[in-house]
């Protein structure tokens, strides 16, 4: 596994509608190995193949539903996050019910926004071997599943966004300019 460079905006990459994977081969095995090994590393908690400069339908997320835990559980009640893997992945269908929340981007470093999103979908594709797999995720999970898949249809979540201001790179200080 290797970490990959992460491409910023404007990389044309980020703009164009990734291809279809039809070879699951050990070329892409390697790739979804690094993307999660990249997405730890950043940090974040999903990661589109185009990010890492692959023009390829592949998505990884990885979330701990104790993260929409406004209680606070404590670290020995905590579920470890959950990795999914999809490839080819679409959502085929959207809660009518949608929510405003704020998102950044690894592609567009020290930028966040606010973006309206379907509160809940249904996500389907393909795990890493190539079986179906169906996916239902509310809130913050449907939030990064609907910004991963918008990167594949080369939307970035300034396109979608409400309200964008710029994250100071002190720790703890947001300044909401606007951008």
Request: charged content about 30%; aromatic content about 6%; overall charge negative.
């Amino acid at each position: 596994m290797a970490i990959r460079d992460i491409v910023f905006l404007p990389e044309p990459v980020l703009r164009r509608k990734a291809h279809k994977v039809t070879d699951f081969g050990p070329e892409l095995q390697t790739l979804i190995d690094d993307m999660v090994e990249t997405m730890r590393e950043a940090p974040g908690v999903g990661l589109a193949a185009p990010q890492v400069a692959e023009p390829v339908r592949v998505i990884v997320v990885e979330y701990s539903e104790d993260d929409d835990d406004e209680d606070g559980a404590s670290p020995e009640k905590k579920k470890p996050p959950k990795l999914y893997t999809l490839v080819n992945p679409e959502i085929t269908r959207f809660s009518d019910e949608k929510v405003v929340g704020t998102e950044g981007c690894l592609s567009v470093p020290n930028i966040l926004g606010d973006v309206n999103r379907s509160l809940a979908v249904t996500v389907k594709g393909l795990n890493r071997h190539g079986k179906p797999v169906t996916i239902k995720a509310n809130g913050w999970l449907a939030r990064i599943f609907q910004h991963e898949v918008d990167h594949l249809e080369g939307i970035i979540f300034v396109d979608l966004a409400e309200k964008l201001w710029k994250v100071e790179e002190s720790p703890g200080q947001v300044i909401k300019d606007n951008v």
